[in-house]
């Protein structure tokens, strides 16, 4: 098992970053949280997951150890694999996945794309000794992010999440505001928590 990579950062794409490690690039699938506070030729470390399939061996990379552990617990669940679980991650922290199975919250689970009413039930029950308590760990700083404009990864994260490129458009145009009041480059993983609570109330 790959436990971590620890390089220069080659390339950040919307969905990926690529970690050089000894001469070699490491795709790593990130959510936009961790993508953000990644910057090409900065040195970075990246907790990692490898998922072996029949036809493909995938890295997902995490902020931290915890994030890491929390991927590979929400895959116990039945129905949960690994884009399921990464998009769990990329709209919820760890602690608010947990305070969410902790208390019952449906309703913050159902805020993940292909997560419903059920599947939300489901997973409360088959988590709630899982998880554990909230940690009550504060989140990683943001960066801003870097190569392509925010509106751009912010559609391919949609995209990468399976919602349609409609659908994507519409959450970009719904979230233009709060980013360009933030000025700058605005933080991706807070407009993507944005546009899924956007999508998820026009359902």
Not at 56 to 82: K, M
Request: one cysteine or more.
């Amino acid at each position: 098992m790959i436990a971590f990579v620890s390089g220069p950062v080659a390339a950040v794409a919307p969905t990926t970053a690529v970690i050089e490690v000894g001469g070699i690039g490491m795709a790593v699938q990130c959510t936009p949280d961790t993508l953000s506070g990644l910057r090409v030729g900065q040195e970075a470390r990246l907790a990692t997951s490898l998922v072996v399939r029949e036809d493909s061996l995938t890295l997902y990379g995490f902020a931290d150890d915890d994030e890491r552990q929390v991927f590979e617990l929400l895959q116990t669940a039945s129905g949960v694999g690994p884009r399921l679980a990464q998009a769990m991650l990329a709209v919820h922290s760890p602690d608010a996945l947990r305070a969410a199975v902790a208390s019952g919250d449906e309703k913050a689970l159902t805020a993940v794309p292909g997560i419903g009413k059920k599947g939300a039930q489901k997973l409360l029950l088959e988590l709630k000794d899982r998880l554990g308590a909230p940690t009550g760990t504060a989140p990683a700083a943001v960066g801003s992010a870097v190569t392509a404009s925010w509106r751009d990864q912010l559609h391919a994260a949609l995209l990468g999440l399976g919602y349609a490129t409609r659908e994507a458009d519409e959450a970009v145009a719904a979230v233009t505001p709060q980013a360009e009041a933030a000025g700058g480059e605005p933080p991706i993983g807070q407009l993507l928590k944005a546009a899924l609570q956007t999508l998820n109330r026009t359902r």
